[in-house]
């Protein structure tokens, strides 16, 4: 295959998921310009061996060497027990003129104020969460990969990524349902 070729190949195979693979990185390593060399890294490798890459899933492909890259940053960094401190602004849907919020949400100072309150309970659950079970609720929850996909991409059983996925939401309703309860004692 022609230089040209494998690139344009490339670029249509695995480009698409150039996003997806920057939020995978962001969420493992916490940091957004850590997640964008991991990326790059990543994607790099991946051009220089894509003349291995056949055929099948080009996502969970891209998304394998990503985490690995990730994993091997993490190892070096040595920040295995403290993965994850969230940007808002980053991880959120921009909709109306930079604000990190639906313009629905943006126009009425209440529904701001109790969506930013339910927006950071919910990313501090999310950060307490395991990283093995943080990573396939959001691939499952956010990025919309099928189990098979998802099995694929950790390199686990398909059965380990629905227990995963099980404890993910177990724990995340533990957490909040906590939080919830505390809140309303303190507010009584």
Not at 28 to 56: C, K, M, P, W
Not at 59 to 71: E, F, G, K, P, S
Not at 73 to 83: D, E, F, M, T, V
Not at 149 to 172: F, K, Y
Request: hydrophobic share 40%.
């Amino acid at each position: 295959m022609s230089a040209r070729k494998k690139r344009e190949r490339f670029e249509r195979l695995m480009l698409p998921h150039l996003s997806a693979a920057y939020n995978h990185a962001r969420w493992l390593v916490g940091d957004a310009h850590d997640a964008e060399d991991i990326v790059q890294t990543a994607y790099a490798r991946a051009f220089e061996y894509f003349n291995s890459y056949q055929t099948g899933n080009s996502a969970a492909w891209i998304l394998t060497i990503v985490r690995n890259q990730a994993y091997t940053w993490l190892s070096k960094k040595k920040q295995a027990s403290n993965l994850v401190s969230f940007d808002e602004v980053v991880h959120s849907q921009q909709d109306v003129a930079g604000s990190p919020f639906p313009a629905s949400l943006a126009s009425n100072p209440e529904l701001l104020a109790r969506s930013s309150t339910e927006t950071a309970a919910l990313i501090g659950a999310l950060e307490r969460l395991p990283v093995e079970f943080r990573e396939v609720l959001l691939l499952r929850e956010v990025e919309g990969y099928s189990y098979k996909e998802i099995a694929e991409i950790v390199d686990v059983p398909q059965g380990t990524v629905m227990s995963r996925l099980s404890r993910a939401r177990r724990h995340l309703l533990e957490y909040l349902t906590n939080r919830l309860k505390r809140e309303n004692a303190g507010g009584l």
